[in-house]
């Protein structure tokens, strides 16, 4: 993906023009020296179709100081496919092993991962390939909520989470390496944030459906429908002509997730589009998703997102911009 490439490098060979006194850094001195390498030296396509252009290769670099894999899109079945790039696995593995800090922005924590050098240690990944990122590398203490993780002797494994969490992880870098204030003046010239309340928030229930058990994915069906109901557990597992212990079993087996967290996330899914969407008040939503106590759904809101209903309105409410319809569908 070339837009977090060129982002990386961009913002860090910029910094020397806006270091901050109080980190007793000479003005004018560049503190990185970034380069882009590949495989082979020369352009590269993204998934996209643009091209970044590699510096150098591998081959010619035998030490640096911070390695980054960036973002990686991995094509029409969204599926990272391992061991395709071997070389680069070896590389990252020599680098770190020579004292360099290995970092990984968002789905590039893939490649990351089959160096080996995660097992044992947190990190975290785009939300979206949670599992997958689990059943590959069951070593590695994966925490999916989190923006940035820093793990590892010395903290020289960092990992970044979606997409720009990659702003985190530049801003860290900045305040690592040249210090606080001059991280702050980076965000301020370029607009960058921190995600203090990690990737939870900006999460999206996406369950399993292609697990091959009929009567479940009935189920799923069904209670993509009508969640909002009283009871839609029992409802479900009567539906599915199961025992009611066989039921959750398979259920769970089938989702990853409790028949009851399943209805959770199904109905905080549907009022996260209505806070975003519309200016229906708190309470009127939670009668609308299926909750006679607004209270309880606020403790559960939080749970899930991490951001009380409010704060996710505040957040994430789509603003009035001109020439854009108002007929928004939830």
Not at 187 to 201: E, I, V
Not at 272 to 296: C, F, H, M, N, Q
Request: charged fraction near 20%.
């Amino acid at each position: 993906m070339v837009s977090p490439v060129s982002g990386l490098f961009e913002i860090l060979t910029s910094v020397g023009s806006l270091l901050a006194p109080e980190d007793g850094a000479k003005p004018g001195r560049q503190p990185f020296d970034v380069e882009i390498v590949g495989e082979s030296a020369g352009p590269i396509d993204s998934a996209a179709g643009l091209s970044v252009v590699a510096h150098r290769s591998i081959a010619e670099v035998s030490n640096t100081d911070v390695v980054i894999v960036s973002p990686m899109a991995f094509g029409k079945d969204s599926i990272w496919t391992p061991g395709r790039h071997p070389r680069l696995v070896a590389w990252i593995r020599e680098m770190h092993a020579s004292g360099a800090t290995v970092c990984s922005a968002c789905t590039g924590g893939m490649l990351t991962a089959e160096t080996g050098l995660l097992d044992g240690h947190e990190a975290t990944v785009h939300w979206a390939a949670d599992a997958t990122f689990r059943a590959r590398h069951p070593g590695v203490r994966l925490r999916p909520h989190e923006a940035l993780v820093v793990s590892g002797e010395g903290g020289r494994l960092v990992s970044s989470g979606a997409a720009t969490a990659w702003h985190d992880l530049i801003l860290y870098l900045v305040a690592r390496h040249v210090g606080p204030a001059t991280a702050q003046a980076v965000a301020r010239f370029h607009l960058l944030q921190w995600h203090p309340d990690g990737q939870a928030p900006f999460n999206v229930f996406n369950p399993a459906t292609d697990h091959g058990d009929a009567a479940i994915l009935d189920a799923q069906r069904w209670v993509a429908e009508h969640h909002t109901i009283a009871g839609p557990v029992t409802e479900m597992q009567r539906l599915s002509g199961l025992a009611p212990r066989t039921f959750t079993r398979r259920f769970t087996a089938a989702t990853g997730v409790t028949p009851i967290r399943y209805v959770q996330h199904i109905r905080i899914e549907r009022a996260k589009r209505l806070l975003e969407t519309t200016a229906e008040s708190i309470e009127e939503i939670s009668w609308t998703v299926g909750y006679e106590d607004p209270a309880a759904f606020r403790r559960l809101f939080k749970r899930i997102t991490a951001l009380t209903p409010g704060e996710y309105r505040r957040r994430f409410r789509l603003p009035d911009l001109p020439y854009v319809s108002d007929a928004r569908t939830p």
